[in-house]
């Protein structure tokens, strides 16, 4: 079993900016992909980056390309989002999803509020 808990989000200005972290538990030996995806109010959940441990590669939704970061911290088994120069339509809740490669099972954390206001 896998759990994720987010933390880091929180009111800033636009302009501004927010690192969001997503701590993995559990049995993580198998999982592969850590992603970001957002829901805005009325919105359907999009997704906003991932970071594939093999090959080691990092994938950005258009919308936030050149803006936000997706590192890991594998001592700490924590993926970040380093979010910059934010705009009010960033504000969502964010999520952080996990996928098991071996059995394809995914797993979302709880989310995490970020609001940019204008």
């Known amino acids: 079993q896998v759990q994720l808990v987010e933390s880091g989000g929180g009111l800033v200005q636009s302009g501004g900016s927010l690192r969001l972290s997503c701590v993995v538990f559990?049995?993580?030996?198998?999982?592969?992909?850590v992603a970001w995806y957002r829901q805005a109010p009325g919105k359907g959940r999009e997704f906003v980056a991932d970071?594939?441990?093999?090959?080691?590669?990092?994938n950005y939704a258009d919308s936030v390309k050149g803006r936000f970061t997706i590192s890991r911290d594998n001592a700490k088994n924590t993926v970040f989002l380093q979010m910059n120069s934010l705009k009010p339509e960033d504000t969502a809740v964010y999520y952080c999803?996990?996928?098991?490669?071996?059995?394809?099972?995914?797993?979302w954390g709880q989310g995490t509020q970020v609001t940019v206001s204008s």
């Open positions: 970071i594939i441990t093999h090959p080691g590669s990092t």
């Open positions: 559990g049995n993580i030996d198998t999982i592969n992909i």
């Open positions: 999803y996990a996928e098991d490669v071996l059995t394809g099972l995914g797993y």
